[in-house]
């Protein structure tokens, strides 16, 4: 069915980077298109930065020229380099393809400290 494990979390102050990644198994990880979201405390999740199986990538408005996702489909695994955060992007960060099947992972936190 699938099954999605995050990592590279943790406590940032603004202005600082992370790397979150997402190591994938269970599907055919080439063939998915994929996607980070987030969920902050007391708000629905939100789509952050979608990947096709070819590299094309969109974001959202709020992380566009700060976030960029990225695929190694030799590890199974998606990243999503985050520049220059801000404490509004504060949340439980989950990655998951785009089939309705797959469950979502446990997720990721990442805090940003002003």
């Known amino acids: 069915q699938g099954q999605m494990v995050e990592s590279g979390g943790g406590l940032v102050q603004a202005g600082g980077s992370l790397r979150l990644s997402c190591s994938a198994s269970?599907?055919?990880?080439?063939?998915?298109?994929m996607g980070w979201y987030r969920q902050a405390h007391g708000k629905e999740r939100e789509s952050v930065a979608i990947?096709?199986?070819?590299?094309?990538?969109n974001y959202a408005d709020s992380v566009k020229g700060r976030f960029t996702i990225s695929r190694d489909d030799a590890k199974n695994t998606l990243y999503l380099q985050m520049n220059n955060v801000k404490p509004e992007d504060t949340a439980v960060y989950y990655c998951?393809?785009?089939?309705?099947?797959?469950?979502w992972g446990q997720g990721t936190q990442v805090t940003v400290s002003s």
């Open positions: 269970g599907i055919v990880f080439r063939l998915n298109v």
């Open positions: 998951k393809p785009r089939d309705p099947r797959v469950a």
């Open positions: 990947i096709t199986p070819v590299g094309s990538a």
